[in-house]
């Protein structure tokens, strides 16, 4: 890994300095929103009835 210039040093240090953090971070926040939808834990992945949703592992198992 390079090691950091002088002004890069600079800018990181400014931009940490900021102000408006809590705005960088729901800036952050509201584009990693749009990159997944967040799983519904609430929903039943096998649809409520699990043992037909696995009928076809029996042949497997």
Excluded: T
Excluded at 50 to 58: G, M, Q, T, V
């Amino acid at each position: 890994m390079a090691p950091l210039r002088d002004r890069d040093l600079k800018v990181l240090q400014d931009w940490f300095a900021a102000d408006n953090l809590d705005d960088i971070e729901a800036d952050i926040l509201s584009n990693l929103s749009l990159l997944l939808p967040e799983p519904c834990w609430e929903d039943d992945p096998f649809g409520g009835a699990e043992s037909e949703a696995l009928d076809f592992l029996s042949e497997y198992l």
